[in-house]
């Protein structure tokens, strides 16, 4: 049975803005909403907040840490969720490595570095031929700006108290759809195959000539995405 509502998750320090081409495309078909993930520092209250706004039952879609968000959104209330979409994200736990990386970028912010944070995230998400793309490469460093440091610490402290949810795939009983970039510089497909191999009702697609942030580096392809997983 088709979903009547549809909740999409943003990325860290992103807001509606990435979801642009699919709120226009899809609100026609199924209620869209965007997702507040700004204002908690650990993952089980982001996804409380997001819980308590939404409708009874909806359709989940989250990138990045918004798929984090939606394990947690799982783990609390997961008969009212029917269908889900996991994009360029990991049910893995940060390594000891990517930890150190978050701590020190928290640093950085607390420090007042935040501009140089900003300014260096389009390089480090995005396919190379959209990074300097004021369409796709400006709105993201305009998206950290306008989300600012105090929402960048916040995101990055739930990031890493978060859980691994690897042992939560195999209890995935709704139409599940993975979807990454091929050319993601921060994502492996080997985490993406691993969900997807895990998650009963599931189904994989990778996007070519794509990095991190698919719904603006490849709109269409995956809004077509989102389309059939709404329908199937």
């Not at 089980?44 to 359709?59: D, M």
């Not at 091929?182 to 009963?200: H, Q, V, Y």
């Not at 697609?205 to 995405?225: D, F, M, Y």
């Amino acid at each position: 049975m088709p979903s009547s509502a549809l909740i999409l998750i943003p990325a860290l320090v992103t807001d509606g803005r990435l979801w642009a081409h699919q709120k226009a495309a899809l609100a026609g078909e199924i209620a869209v909403r965007v997702a507040d993930a700004t204002r908690d520092a650990d993952m089980e209250s982001i996804a409380r907040r997001i819980l308590a706004a939404a409708p009874p039952t909806f359709a989940l879609a989250g990138i990045s840490m918004g798929g984090y968000v939606a394990f947690e959104i799982l783990r609390q209330a997961r008969d009212r969720v029917e269908r889900l979409a996991l994009i360029a994200t990991t049910a893995r736990p940060d390594t000891p490595e990517q930890a150190e990386r978050r701590e020190k970028a928290i640093a950085l912010a607390r420090s007042g570095g935040y501009g140089r944070i900003a300014a260096g995230t389009p390089a480090q998400l995005l396919h190379p031929r959209h990074a300097d793309d004021p369409a796709i490469g400006g709105l993201v460093r305009a998206m950290a700006l306008d989300m600012g440091p105090d929402v960048f610490i916040r995101q990055q402290q739930a990031i890493l108290g978060r859980p691994d949810s690897r042992p939560d795939l195999a209890a995935i009983a709704c139409p599940t759809l993975v979807l990454g970039g091929a050319d993601d510089p921060i994502g492996s497909l080997d985490r993406a195959k691993e969900m997807a191999e895990a998650i009963p009702d599931c189904r994989l697609a990778i996007i070519n000539e794509c990095g991190h942030l698919t719904p603006i580096e490849q709109p269409a392809e995956t809004t077509s995405h989102l389309r059939k997983w709404l329908e199937a």
